[in-house]
Structure formats: C-alpha cells, structure tokens
C-alpha cells in the first residue's frame, strides 16, 4: 500500500509548523549525535541491512550484534542463505528468539534468488511483497539502500511521532493507525533520507524511550506538543492488550553415551522447526514413559520463559539409559554437535549445564 492510498495525517492546529522544521532537525542530530558505528551502516547492500533490520525487530542492538557477523560468515550473501538448509538458518539464529524471522529470511532469500534473480528489488513496493518484510522494514531497505523517500512507522517510531504529535488517537484502531502512517509521510524531508530514517530509529532508541524520555537531549524538543503539554509518557495511545496466559510442561532429558535425544517441533507454533526435548502435558505422563525406559528420572530445577502471550514453566527431568530405545520421530545428537541443531535459547542453556 502506497503513501498516497492513506488518508491525510491528522488535523492537528500547527502539523505545518512542526513539519516545516522536523525533518531538519532529525537530520542535522543525527548527523552529529546520532550512532555511526554500527556494521550495517558501513554498507549500503541490501542484504546485510536487510539482515540487520529483521534482526533488529523485537531484539536490542547489544544482542543482534554478536550474531549479525556470525550469521554473514556463515551465509555471506543472499544466495548463499537462499541455498542454505533451513535447519542450518535456524541453527544459526539459535537464542535470537522469534523464529518466525529465521523461517521468513529464508523463505524471503529464496523469493529474492528465484524471482529477482538474486538481487533485492529497488523499490520499497517491491520490497515489501517478500515473505516477512512489511511496510516499515521495506522503506528502510529503500531509503537507506537505494535513497527513496519512503516513512518508516516501527514501534521505537510511533513513540516519537505520537508525542511529537500529541497524537492521542488509540492506534489499536485501524483507521487511526492510517492516520500516523500518513503523517510519517508527511513529515519525511526532502534531503538527507537515509540520515533521516536513521535519526528516527536513533531517537526512539536512544532518547525518546519507553520510559523516562531524556526531552533535553531531544533535537525536536521544542516542537513536541507531548512535551508542551507536560506529559510525553501518555503517548502513543493502544487500548488493545495481549491476554496472558500459563502454561507447564514436562521435558525428558533422555541421554545415551554422551548424546541426547532430540525431537524436531511443528512447522508451526512455538519454535517452530526448531529440535527439542520430547514434551509431555503432566509429570505423570512423564513418568510412564520414563519407567518403561528403566534407570533413574532426575528432576531438574524448572524454567520459566516468557513469550509474547503466555509464560511457559517447564520442567525438565533427565534420565540417562543403558540400551536406547527403539523411538522414531527424532534423533541422537551428540553434545559435541549441539551448535550446529537450531535449539531453542532455554534448552541450550539447559544442555549446557550437563
């Protein structure tokens, strides 16, 4: 969906005056104060700020980058990734969490490799119809790539803009949401796109947080209406939450001469594709499957990991055995091999403690 397929951005008393003067300023602090040293700046292939904006979502900078140069030894370009196995993509983003990534950057590498014939389209319109890449993501591989004027509306960027704003609109709405996207638009420069959308994300980084926003340090300080009305922290406005919910499971810790076994999960679901532990819904099922086996069930201390809308506690229970069992549906994975089997980050922190 194109800028001009939304509505007009919102009928706020002085939008010209504060877009007169936005743009500017973000540029001109960012070209100062903003970050510079990051190893998807230095670049302006698409690829690998590509790989940095997917890794980057849901996930801080200090994490993504350990993992960003890893990932480029191991798939340096997007063919290299597109021919890959998904097994070694989701190996190698194994503790970056939100998987569905992983599964898209490879279904989104091969689109790129079969249909654009390895190389990434010019044009966010383009982008944005590749598997996992929406509408803010492709703008960013535009602008900072290829140099289009292309808004970009992430969740660090509606902050911003709702308190540059004071938009108090519920962005739970779709219409109103339209209503930001369109006023992001608006408000992009005529110059200096790529230090624009860089400005952006640096500010909602850096300063304009959650949390306690350093207003001081703020190019746009003067112009923020959130700031004029002595509350930012109202803004942005989103009625809808996420209903939490709990779940517990039990995990068997099966171990045979120095190996493990390991079943792989669903294609769909909570990591997805990734190999784990055989899972059972009571301690008593559990139990039955580990007194056929023989030997002696250990308890370990159970884990609590949180996702996006439950909190799961598992407890795992190890057993070592003399003759393996005659099971399908998985495989004995030596500890030595480990890093190579995509895991989800609680199991490998588990099997790293043996």
Known sequence: MTGSEHPSPPALPDFESIRAAFGHRVVEWQRQHGRHRLPWQQTRDPYRVWLSEIMLQQTQ?????????????RFPDVVALADAPLDDVLAAWSGLGYYSRARNLHRCAQAVRDQWQGRFPPTAADLETLPGIGRSTAAAIAAFCYGERAAILDGNVKRVLTRVLAYGEDL?????????????????PEQGIESYTQGLMDLGATVCLARSPSCLLCPAQALCRGRAEGRPDAYPVK??????????????????????????????????????????ASAEA??????????????????????????????????????????????????????????????????ARR
């Open 61 to 73: 900078v200090s994490t993504v980058l350990g993992y960003y140069d890893r990932f480029l030894q």
């Open 172 to 188: 739970a709405s779709t219409r109103h949401e339209r209503e930001l996207w369109a006023a992001a638009v608006q408000l992009l």
């Open 239 to 280: 009625s809808r939450k996420l209903k939490r919910s709990r779940r517990e499971n039990w995990w068997l810790w099966l171990e045979h001469e120095d190996r493990v076994w390991l079943t792989q999960r669903p294609d769909t679901g909570v990591w997805a594709g990734l190999y784990s532990l055989p899972e059972y």
């Open 286 to 351: 559990l139990a039955e499957a580990a007194a056929a086996l023989g030997g002696q069930a250990l308890p370990q201390p159970s884990i609590e990991h949180t996702l996006t809308h439950f909190d799961w506690v598992l407890h795992p229970v190890r057993l070592a055995v003399q003759k393996p069992p005659a099971w399908t549906g998985g495989q004995w994975v030596p500890y030595a091999r480990l890093a190579d089997v995509g895991l989800p980050a609680p199991l490998r922190k588990l099997l």
